[in-house]
Each structure stands twice: as structure tokens, then as C-alpha cells.
Nanobody, 126 residues
Framework: VQLQASGGGLVQAGGSLRLSCAAS????????MGWFRQVPGQEREFVAA????????YYVDSVKGRFTISRDNAKSTIYLQMNSLKPEETAVYYC????????????????????WGPGTQVTVSS
């Protein structure tokens, strides 16, 4: 079971990046999936989540209107389009998935997710 995030990199403040997270080794049929981020020395922070069908999404307030989460179940991949990035959003970004019977999109704690990828670094320069 693997979740592999990609698409991170260095971008100037105000710029955009699109992260991808591909699932392999199993399907996450029915699963809510999400994105988190973590700065060294700080707790991992929820960013966004998406339902299995993609019809429902949920964001932390600080990214609403700038970030968009989406998914392509045929490709077992989720995405995070990040626009108007800020230097304080520099972090390692992780994708995660829940067991399919966990259906609360607004359960956003780290413990609410069961599967994690290794993360991708996003650096926003000022």
C-alpha cells in the first residue's frame, strides 16, 4: 500500500504549484483522501479533504479560495492545486487516505487518517 506525493518544489510568493498523489498497491475505493502539511518542529496540519466521488470537499480556512483539491479515481490519484502561495506555507505536504467506512469529511485530525505517503517539499520564497 503506497501513497506517493509529487509536484513539490520551489516557487515565489504568489505563485502556484500542483501536487499529485498516486495510490498503488491497493485501491482506495470509497475512501476520503486528504492533504496535510508539516513544518519541522510543528504538528502536522490538515489542509484539504475530498470525498470518494469528489462531490464534497473541505478546507482549512487559511487556504479557502486559493487551494483546490480534486481526484481522478480512474487514475487513483488526487491533486492539490495551490495558488497565491505564501512563504508561511513552506512545508512538507503529505497525502493521506481513510478507511472507506470512515465517512466524516470534517474529521481532520491526523489520527482520522489511516494511510500516509512520504510527503513532498514545498518551498515558497518571499
Amino acid at each position: 500500500v503506497q501513497l506517493q506525493a509529487s509536484g513539490g518544489g520551489l516557487v515565489q510568493a504568489g505563485g502556484s504549484l500542483r501536487l499529485s498523489c498516486a495510490a498503488s498497491g491497493r485501491t482506495f475505493r470509497g475512501s476520503i483522501m486528504g492533504w496535510f502539511r508539516q513544518v519541522p518542529g510543528q504538528e502536522r496540519e490538515f489542509v484539504a479533504a475530498i470525498s470518494w466521488t469528489g462531490s464534497s470537499t473541505y478546507y482549512v480556512d487559511s487556504v479557502k479560495g486559493r487551494f483546490t483539491i480534486s481526484r481522478d479515481n480512474a487514475k487513483s490519484t488526487i491533486y492539490l492545486q495551490m495558488n497565491s502561495l505564501k512563504p508561511e506555507e513552506t512545508a512538507v505536504y503529505y497525502c493521506a487516505a481513510k478507511e472507506p467506512w470512515l465517512t466524516n469529511l470534517q474529521a481532520t485530525s491526523v489520527r482520522a487518517y489511516n494511510y500516509w505517503g512520504p510527503g513532498t517539499q514545498v518551498t515558497v520564497s518571499s
